[in-house]
């Protein structure tokens, strides 16, 4: 196991806290996290001031600009003592490359303000407003005078507004933008496919920064995504808007495998899934994703699959074989 980076430890006394700080972003992006290292940065963010200062250089970092592309092979770097103040700029691009291209998680610590595990979470924004995360969910808040933003990194949020005339709130998800008009709705990534859903008041939706607005009320639904414009999907009942909030999930002629992957955010061990799943009838269901084991058999007897439990909480999902037809009896 590799040791914490002496550069970190030795700058403690010499620099400023937010040199530090730096110091411990570039070392997590880097790559060589371990326990020893992690448990030092933990001792580091106790000490007075630190934490602090850690957020603030983190924010630096979350306004550099959405995730770069693969560029070839990123290189190590390496600080150059008495040249932080030159080299910081590269050292950010290098390692937040490392981090997009190698750490993805680490890319989303990073970057989120709050994350779900495998339950729903519920957190109070700034200004009043709610937000409920689905498992497997994170969001980023900037808020100032002017705005309240919210930018959705993962997963699905439930949003119930707190009224403010003078700063609109925003959802930043994917390349476009969904705005509150006094109301409550949900916003979903799926794989970069944005789903909105108003469960009171209003919203507008725009597919880019800069496109053009479509205006949807409680119960309506629209959906965009790369290269796509806001499309309308189907009303649905209001009141159904975010049923996983309430420890249900419902499946409404859902595809099979879509349905696998839904319940297994709720899940401590992942799903793996053997032999093709797109060949059987859609289903539909409501589960309750606070009991995920018994809802996986529920689906797996509505579907007709066998599941295969493994230890450290591995499932295995395939379908039912169909018996072979018996042979026609000899004449």
Known sequence: MSQPPAFAIAIADAEPIHAQAREWIAWLASGA???AGLGEFERWLQRPGHRRAFERERQLWRSLGPRPAAQGTAATWRPRPGRRGRWRPALAAAAVLVLALASPEAWLRLRADHRSAHAAETVALPDGSRAVLDADSAIAIQYDRDQRRVELLRGRVWFEVAADPARRFAVVAGDGVIEDISTAFAVADDAGRIETAVSQGRVRVAATADGGWTYLDAGQRA???QGRGVARLNDVPADGIGGWRQGELLLDDAAVDAAVRE???YRAGPILIRGDLGALPKVSAALRIGRPEQALDALAASAGLSVTRLP?????????PTPAP???PAR
Request: proline share 10%; no cysteine.
């Open 263 to 265: 319940l297994a955010r």
């Open 33 to 35: 996290a371990d326990e």
């Open 223 to 225: 959906a965009y995504g």
């Open 312 to 320: 450290f909480g591995v499932a295995i999902v395939q379908p039912i």
């Open 326 to 328: 018996a042979p026609a």
